[in-house]
């Protein structure tokens, strides 16, 4: 099958950015609007007919799904060890893919109803595909080098688009906050490359991921402080992705990043480029699984399990709605770390794997949704904030069902998108650790009360008095709105065993019933508290937190993690370190700097008589430079 | 040889017959459309750089006085792309200034003729041709540099040149002399066998490499460019700077590479010690200059020095990275005096002070003059490090630390004035900023083809490989 088509699906979000980048005085803003949905929907089309092809048409061999690349070498430095350009298709890739197309098509759509009127309009398109394309790169990438340079891109387009409104200060910190902690996490990943490069001189997906290549075989090569080698470099690009999947302790960067504008948190907060640490797990799967006996790979079910832990908590106390869904967001992906933490490689063993990969994608539908639908409350109130809203269902009517679809399906509730991943993922935790199972279950109940709580706030509850009366968004925003709360009913009966697996073989995946009635059992119970304190005003809520005391407080102040990490930084890294250096810096590396350039400006002002502009000079030194230069090397330098 | 071996000379006989198009044309149009006549010239030298394209192999013609092989035909196409971007650039100013006077199509005849001669230049397989190579590539400059009659400085270049020119030639022509007297011989491949490295040959080949030198402005051969490329018109400057220059570099490295090989213990060394002075006698006068044409004679003085640093291995490896960083300096140099062209075209201001806050006002000059500072300077990602990374990559390879540790301390001190000029367009503010202008079409689109070499060429390493490849195809590398 030829494959050379799949190249376009980057390509095409590139040149719609680049069209606009340039041409972005001179088109207007409706314009550039068609362009970029345009681009995009091409895009889309092209990513699902790939996906057809290949899990329908092409990609099965004897049962098994097979991996297709096309690349060329980029850069050469041995003859096994190149950084490649390609695009590689297997079956996470080809899901990423439509969930990239399906999130980022709606969330083109959705734009240019909520940008509208916005300055930037034309740049945030522009921003829009770019990141698009670099998502794209990123999934589609055949190896470690090229993801990591798609990586740093989408890195590079979210800080753009968190910066959107560049006015605002704290728009400009969360931009900046954003980029340093990833970026910062992102050295780990770069190391952790360097490292895989060294030990088993490739970076390409499909060398390292043989289960009886070299790389796997081999990981006892070499050992550091105990682990082997290949399995520190996995837990630094483990720490890439938990910088980019916001998980605990790098998890600081993501509810600041709600200051971008809501359709970007909606694509690239919630659904695809925080998904990347995920994939990037999921990505060297084989490489987490056999190194080491998977110690890696429980490293990323405790990290996973603790954050989602961690933010379902705090996600009860906040009063921004974007910041609450900030937070929910990190516990899901932390669900989907754990999952992947706990599954096994061969047939139903895998199941963590799959449930992981199927949350994912689940999860992008609707917690899109979610943010979307707050983004039409913010649009309609003009505030962030659970008390300036309330009693709005009345005034948007649309809103309020899609926002219901998906709080019932991040809540677990049966037949809804997230209940068939969720229990998945609780099937597998339970299967390998039940500590884990645990902490998952607990947070079934937490996400499904504090994501009720915010929805009864918003939609119920006492009426706030408005300034203008709040009315429904426009259809361009209400239709991604609809057509994502289908996808929430519907993606959850996709047959997701068969399609991705850890082995790529698939398997015949069951609803275990206990478990299930389990989870659904939590969730209901989170509905039904967060009904009873949050669906007429009254003061149950406020007593709660009274009962709980400092721990509310802690919790509300997010566990003062920003101000823990500011007191490091500016305290002790700023003053105690980077000052001294930087006086040592100025006064003598500088100087020295300094005094030889001085040096040489003032040579060149020396020597600056030589250029007479007279000819007999120049004549002169033409015809002594030959005379000495051939004395030269007649009798002094002939050898 | 066969009449079919004449199709071997496709470069020469083409340009011929664009220039003899070109005369015909002159006699015909009337004198009041005459200025039209630019369009022609684009579509014909359009059409030329086009067909010369087409690949050809390699073949040694009239008894071996004129061959071409791989290299050297990608050699010719680089000129070619390069003069023509030339042309794109200086269409508005011809049209403007000089058809006025009604002597504007003298300028491409002139210009082709000079580029037919280093065809020939860098074809020749014999000293003979050779040397008329050299003086038709030579004399018509002369006369371009002075084409600004009404302008006193630029008769005076004008002056400088062609006396420059005849003294190095003439020092030339004495080297080939005397070369002649030892081995017998005018004929290349000859040369390579009987020469030997006795004290006439030496003497004969550093009065020859003065004849070079003096194009590529080598230290102590340079005293000329700065001044001529202020008095010159802004596209002779360019063509100077690049077309010539390249040339003269290209054929000065085959000869060293192939004829001169036996003497690979003397140009070593000689190449050392003019790769150094040349490299610190650019850079030191370029920190002073404030008008921008001096300011990129010297530049362009320095970017030789660099080179010089590929062409000391006589390897393979220092062949395809001198063609390779040849070429992007062709590009970036034509972007950064295609912006000085613009602006002097439209405000006659020509000094870096008058560039400070055009970014405000012209945006899109101040990114191509950047990306083309950035590439002279050698700032990754654009094409002009990787030109430079190789180049020292090559030089390194043999051994030849400390001149490329030199050459990197010449780098930071070329990356001070080449920043000056950015900080004056980005940085700086002016009230009285050079307004905003729109540039016409050709211009613009040679602006455009330079600036998108200079980001194409160094993120495209299939092109680099090919040069590589190309390298090995004429003979002398493997000695």
Redesign the interface.
């Known amino acids: 099958m030829n494959l050379s088509f799949t190249i376009l699906i980057p390509l095409i979000p590139l040149s719609v950015f680049l069209i606009l980048g340039i041409l972005s005085q001179e088109i207007k803003p409706a314009v550039s609007g068609y362009i970029g949905v345009f681009g995009l929907f091409v895009s889309t089309i092209l990513s699902y007919f790939t996906a057809y092809q290949y899990f329908f048409v092409f990609g099965k061999l004897e049962g098994v799904y097979q991996t297709f690349t096309q690349k060329t070498v980029?850069?050469n430095f041995t003859d096994t060890l190149h950084i490649d350009m390609g695009v590689l298709i297997d079956p996470i890739s080809v899901m990423m893919l439509i969930v990239v197309s399906t999130i980022s098509l709606m969330v083109h759509i959705y734009s240019r109803g909520y940008m509208k009127g916005d300055d930037g309009y034309t740049r945030f398109f522009s921003y829009l595909s770019l990141f698009t394309f670099s998502m794209y790169g990123l999934v589609l990438a055949t190896n470690l080098f090229q993801i990591y340079i798609f990586w740093e891109l989408v890195g590079v387009s979210s800080f753009l688009l968190i910066g959107h409104y560049y006015t605002k200060p704290s728009a400009v910190a969360a931009a900046k906050k954003a980029f340093i902690v990833t970026r910062f996490a992102d050295l780990g990943f770069l190391i952790g490359i360097l490292i895989i490069g060294f030990y088993t001189s490739t970076y390409d997906f499909e060398t390292l991921n043989n289960p009886e290549g070299s790389a796997i075989l081999n990981w006892a090569s070499g050992s550091f402080m105990g682990l082997s080698i290949l399995t520190w470099a996995l837990i630094l690009i483990f720490i890439g992705g938990a910088g980019k999947s916001a998980m605990f302790p790098l998890h600081i960067w993501l509810s600041d990043a709600m200051e971008g504008p809501t359709p970007v948190s909606a694509l690239i907060h919630a659904a695809t480029m925080v998904v990347a640490g995920v994939y990037l797990v999921a990505r060297l799967f084989p490489m987490y699984y056999f190194v080491e006996d998977g110690f890696a790979l429980n490293v990323v079910a405790f990290v996973g399990a603790f954050s989602s832990l961690f933010a379902a908590v705090i996600a009860v106390t906040q009063t921004d709605i974007k910041r609450v869904l900030a937070f929910s967001t990190m516990s899901q992906l932390g669900y989907m770390m754990l999952a992947l933490g706990v599954s096994g490689y061969d047939g139903h063993e895998g199941v963590g794997y799959m449930a992981s990969m199927f949350h994912l994608f689940t999860h992008a539908m609707f917690k899109a949704l979610l943010f979307l639908g707050a983004g039409s409350v913010i649009h309609a109130v003009h505030s962030n904030f659970l008390k300036d809203m309330g009693g709005l269902r009345k005034y948007m009517p649309i809103t309020n069902i899609t926002f219901l679809i998906a709080a019932l399906a991040i809540a677990g509730v049966p037949p809804f998108a997230g209940f068939w991943s969720k229990d998945e993922i609780l099937v597998a935790a339970f299967e390998h650790n039940k500590l884990i199972y645990f902490i998952g279950i607990f947070v079934a109940g937490l996400t499904a009360f504090y994501m009720f709580r915010i929805y009864f706030g918003i939609f119920w509850g006492k009426e706030t008095k408005y300034k203008h009366a709040p009315h429904e968004s426009p259809v361009s925003m209400t239709f991604p709105l609809m057509v994502l709360a289908f996808l929430s009913i519907v993606v959850g009966f996709i047959p997701f065993s068969e399609f991705i697996t850890a082995d790529k073989a698939g398997f015949e995946a069951h609803l275990n019933y206990p478990l299930a009635a389990a989870a659904v059992g939590v969730g209901l119970i989170g509905v039904g508290l967060a009904y009873l304190f949050y669906k007429k005003e009254n003061d149950l809520a406020e007593r709660f937190s009274e009962a709980f005391g400092s721990f509310y407080v802690w919790t509300f102040h997010k566990f003062y993690f920003d101000e823990i990490y500011l007191f490091i930084t500016k305290k002790i890294l700023f003053q105690r370190v980077s000052w001294p250096i930087a006086k040592f810096d100025k006064k003598y590396v500088d100087g020295t700097m300094e005094g030889i350039?001085n040096k040489?400006?003032f040579?060149?002002?020396k020597?600056?008589g030589?250029?007479s502009?007279k000819?007999q000079?120049?004549?002169f030194?033409?015809?002594?430079?030959?005379v000495v230069?051939?004395l030269v090397?007649?009798y002094f330098?002939?050898? | 040889m066969t009449l079919d071996s004449f199709s071997f000379m496709r470069h020469e006989i083409l340009l011929l017959a664009v220039i003899i198009l070109l005369l015909i044309a002159e006699i015909f149009i009337p004198k009041n459309k005459k200025s039209n006549i630019v369009h022609l010239v684009v579509l014909l030298f359009g059409v030329h750089t086009v067909v010369g394209i087409f690949p050809m192999g390699e073949e040694s013609l009239f008894g071996g006085m004129f061959r071409t092989n791989n290299l050297i035909h990608f050699f010719k196409n680089v000129l070619n792309i390069g003069v023509f971007i030339l042309l794109l650039q200086s269409t508005d100013w011809i049209q403007e200034k000089i058809f006025s006077q009604n002597r504007g199509t003298e300028f491409f005849l002139l210009l082709f003729s000079s580029l037919l001669g280093m065809y020939f230049m860098i074809s020749a397989g014999d000293f003979l041709m050779f040397y008329i190579g050299l003086e038709l590539s030579t004399l018509p400059v002369a006369a371009l540099t002075a084409y600004e009659t009404s302008k006193r400085i630029s008769s005076e270049a004008g002056i400088k040149f062609i006396l420059s020119a005849g003294l190095a030639s003439g020092t030339a022509l004495f080297g080939i002399t005397l070369l002649y007297a030892s081995s017998g011989s005018i004929y290349f491949d000859d040369i390579m066998q009987l020469i030997a490295s006795d004290n006439l040959t030496i003497l004969a080949f550093i009065l020859f490499f003065t004849g070079l030198a003096f194009k590529i402005s080598l230290v102590p051969f340079h005293f000329w460019t700065a001044d001529v490329y202020e008095g010159a018109p802004i596209s002779v400057a360019s063509y100077l700077s690049v077309i010539s220059k390249g040339s003269a570099v290209f054929i000065l490295m085959i000869m060293l590479f192939t004829v001169l090989k036996p003497l690979m213990h003397i140009w070593e060394n000689l190449l050392y010690l003019i790769a150094l002075a040349t490299m610190f006698m650019g850079n030191l006068f370029a920190l002073r200059q404030q008008n921008m044409k001096r300011f990129l004679a010297y530049s362009s003085i320095a970017q030789a020095g660099f080179i010089l640093l590929g062409m000391v291995t006589g390897t393979q490896l220092g062949t395809a990275t001198v063609v390779y960083f040849v070429m992007i300096y062709i590009f970036s140099n034509l972007a950064a005096f295609g912006v000085v062209q613009a602006i002097s075209l439209k405000t006659g201001r020509e000094n870096m002070n008058d560039y400070e806050g055009l970014y405000r006002t012209n945006p899109n000059l101040s990114l191509v003059m950047m990306l083309a500072l950035f590439s002279l300077a050698g700032i990754p990602p654009v094409a002009g490090f990787f030109g430079k990374f190789f180049l020292f990559t090559a030089a390194a390879s043999k051994g030849y630390y400390l001149l490329v540790f030199i050459a990197v301390v010449n780098v930071t001190i070329s990356l001070y004035y080449y920043l000056l000029v950015v900080r004056a367009m980005f940085i700086r503010t002016n009230e009285s900023a050079i307004p905003y202008f729109k540039n016409k079409i050709y211009m613009r689109l040679g602006l455009i083809i330079a600036a998108a070499g200079i980001l194409v060429l160094g993120l495209y390493s299939p092109l680099y490989d090919y040069i590589y490849e190309l390298s090995s195809s004429f003979c002398g590398c493997d000695l």
């Open positions: 980029w850069m350039g040489t400006v040579i060149s002002h020597i600056k030589l250029q502009g000819f000079d120049y004549a030194a033409l015809v002594s430079g030959v230069l051939a090397f007649i330098l002939n050898y």
